[in-house]
């Protein structure tokens, strides 16, 4: 061992530990029962963990020691101690995992945890504060700890909770982990067996190892996903999904399943009411387990789901898997890999009987967590088609708020409408109000509204739905000709629209006058009230892709550019056109400044961005030549 010290030394905190510390002594107080939670958890990690290790190892520690966690409390000196005959932790383990936050990005997570704190105390649990949670009612913690590996040596970690701890060699220490906290003075009640009882069958019912109080075992110690789910109620499911999750809601879904082919699985999944990421919590960790035969093989799995399945909560539990798989192999594994499609696929057709069953409830979920089955479609080409079936969203012919499947918009197309076609907009009124709907409106023709800008990307991904193409409503390519609807009123022509050489003439005057900001200029056969619109002749980008490709420029601090890659369509037919036609002949520079603010108005109405300097300066200009009486 490279550190043999006999003394007593006295270590600093790390800064973000001791701003940690500063917000759980100060800001948690409401809800101080979940650090009996939190350290009896940590010692449930702890047994699991050695239960794994031991399958790995020749020797380990006291190997005979029963895996078992031990609350004993002292009313008379007000401590609580919390015991686990766990992995323990030598003493460079000590000051890594109780002197720094392994957190990456610590400070965004201090911050939220901060913002938390002050909104609602009962989310912490999500953030794992876990081991500091002690000082919320310990004045003084202590912690003896001896590792599981053989020649490893005990230490006494101790701190006040103010800036920094102590380490002292301990000699005669058992395997595991033995934590003291001395309470504070308005903490007493936590020196109370009846106390501390409840809080164990409140939270820490399912740990699977006993948890003794004055000798006694408080748990039901058995894994509730091993046992026939018709004996199950379904007060202890939601007890579960608490304990597993860390949660205060209630699971929205619950899927437990078993199968026996191709794989040996019992599995045991959650949907939570609440996407703690929405709330501003940061990336998820996954919430699933791996088990292998009621063991833990690894906790908050990253093997056993793909990543935007992260929201889910539960365990797995394959008795195919063997038992001393290293974490390495888990990720090589032919068989992991096979359990994570067996468990994807399972889960989709799960979320397809919901959405048939109960449409509400489903939208609902879809509502909270759409926005992972979305970042599926982007990232997992494997399940691209079954996930399309899951989306959702509004449309022209749906009530606002009210969800529509592709499947819907397919089964009512129109005669001879071959394609499926969206828009994006930042809400529901401007999609519908904007220029791009009108066409549609005009031939009665059904046109989904995308609301978020990954909608876009989503639409993209997955190119065409049951072998209809998706098609954004600002290409420049849309035909709508072919399709035959009720709504279609005779394709007159506008009654007293330009003449085709005035057309020409005209169209080209304006690409000149826009010089390098447009691509093309073209005589529209799309609009009705709008006077112009801006249309993409790439087939592949849509505006809002731009705008969020236009916001991410800005935020690294590059310049203002315009997409210059745009088509205007002019509405041939619309007073505003026509006269810019005639005043061109006689004021050439007030028309340049009119169709240019006529271009950025449609740039708007794309969600795009414009040069506000110049887009103001130039309405001013137009402004005062229209109030001269
Ligand atoms: P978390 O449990 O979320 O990782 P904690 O702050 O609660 O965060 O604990 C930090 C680390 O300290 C744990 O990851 C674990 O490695 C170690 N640890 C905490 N409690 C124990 C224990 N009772 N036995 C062994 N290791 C522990």
Redesign the pocket.
């Known amino acids: 061992m490279a550190n043999k010290k006999t003394q007593t030394e006295t270590k600093e905190f790390q800064a973000e530990v001791k701003k940690l510390l500063d917000i759980v002594i100060h800001s948690l107080y409401t809800e101080r029962d979940i650090f009996v939670r939190?350290?009896i958890?940590?010692?449930a990690?702890?047994l699991e963990?050695f239960r794994h290790q031991r399958l790995l190892e020749e020797e380990v520690f006291d190997s005979h020691v029963p895996l078992e966690i031990t609350i004993a409390v002292d009313e008379e000196n007000h401590t609580l101690t919390?015991a686990?005959t766990?992995?323990?932790?030598t003493r460079e383990?000590l000051e890594?995992?109780?002197g720094t936050?392994?957190h990456s990005g610590s400070n965004t997570f201090l911050a939220e945890l901060a913002e938390a704190a002050k909104k609602d105390v009962s989310l912490i649990g999500q953030f794992?504060?876990?081991?500091?949670?002690a000082f919320m009612a310990g004045k003084k913690v202590r912690?003896l700890?001896r590792s599981y590996i053989t020649d490893a040596e005990g230490y006494e970690w101790s701190s006040d909770g103010s800036g920094s701890y102590t380490l002292t060699p301990e000699k005669g220490l058992r395997r595991?982990?033995k934590?003291i906290v001395e309470l504070k003075d308005d903490a007493h009640e936590f020196a109370n067996e009846d106390k501390i009882k409840q809080i164990i069958k409140q939270y820490s019912n399912f740990v699977p190892f006993p948890i003794k109080v004055d000798g006694e075992a408080v748990n039901t110690v058995q894994a509730l996903w091993t046992r026939n789910k018709n004996e199950i109620k379904e007060e202890e499911y939601a007890e579960f999904y608490k304990f597993i999750g860390n949660a205060f809601d209630d699971p929205r879904f619950r899927l437990h399943f078993t199968a026996d082919a191709p794989l040996a699985i019992n599995a045991l999944l959650f949907v939570p009411k609440e996407n703690i990421e929405r709330l501003g919590f940061g990336r998820m960790k996954s919430g699933v387990n791996l088990y292998c035969q009621k063991v833990l093989i690894e906790q908050h799995s990253e093997n056993i789901l793909p990543e935007w399945l992260r929201f889910l909560k539960g365990v797995v539990d394959s008795e195919d898997l063997p038992l001393n798989i290293s974490r390495q192999a888990l990720q090589d594994s032919a068989l992991v890999a096979k359990l994570k499609q067996v468990l994807t696929k399972r889960f989709l057709k799960f979320l397809g009987e919901q959405a048939r069953e109960d449409a509400e409830k489903y939208n609902e979920f879809f509502a909270e967590f759409g926005i992972y089955l979305k970042e599926g479609v982007t990232i997992d080409y494997a399940y691209r088609d079954e996930i399309a079936k899951l989306l959702r969203f509004e449309s022209s012919k749906s009530e606002a708020d009210k969800l529509i499947s592709l499947a819907d918009y397919v089964e009512r197309m129109a005669e001879g409408q071959k394609e499926i076609y969206y828009i994006n907009g930042p809400s529901r009124a401007a999609a519908e109000s904007g220029p791009y709907a009108e066409a549609f409106k005009k031939r009665d023709i059904e046109i989904i509204y995308t609301l978020e800008p990954i909608d876009d990307f989503v639409m993209n991904h997955l190119g065409e739905f049951d072998s209809k193409k998706l098609v954004s409503a600002d290409r420049a390519d849309l035909d709508l000709s072919e399709i035959k609807s009720a709504g279609e009123a005779e394709e007159e022509e506008a009654e007293s629209s330009l003449e085709p050489e005035v057309i020409k003439s005209l169209t080209g005057w304006i690409k000149e006058a826009l010089g390098g900001r447009v691509k093309e200029v073209i005589a529209s056969k799309r609009l009705v009230d709008s006077p112009a619109i801006i249309v993409n002749p790439d087939g592949y980008m849509t505006s809002t892709m731009e705008r969020v490709m236009q916001a991410a420029r800005l935020e690294k601090g590059e310049p203002f550019q315009e997409p210059g890659n745009k088509n205007l369509e002019i509405n041939i037919g619309h007073p505003l056109i026509k006269q810019l036609s005639l005043l061109r002949g006689t004021d050439d520079e007030f028309a340049k400044n009119v169709i240019e603010q006529v271009f950025d108005n449609a740039l708007i109405q794309a969600g795009l961005m414009v040069d506000p300097r110049k887009m103001v300066e130039r309405s001013y200009k137009i402004l005062e030549r229209a109030t001269k009486g």
């Open positions: 939190e350290l958890s940590n010692g990690d702890a963990k919390i686990d766990g992995i323990g932790m383990e890594a995992n109780l936050i392994a794992g504060v876990g081991f500091y949670s912690v700890s595991g982990t934590i």
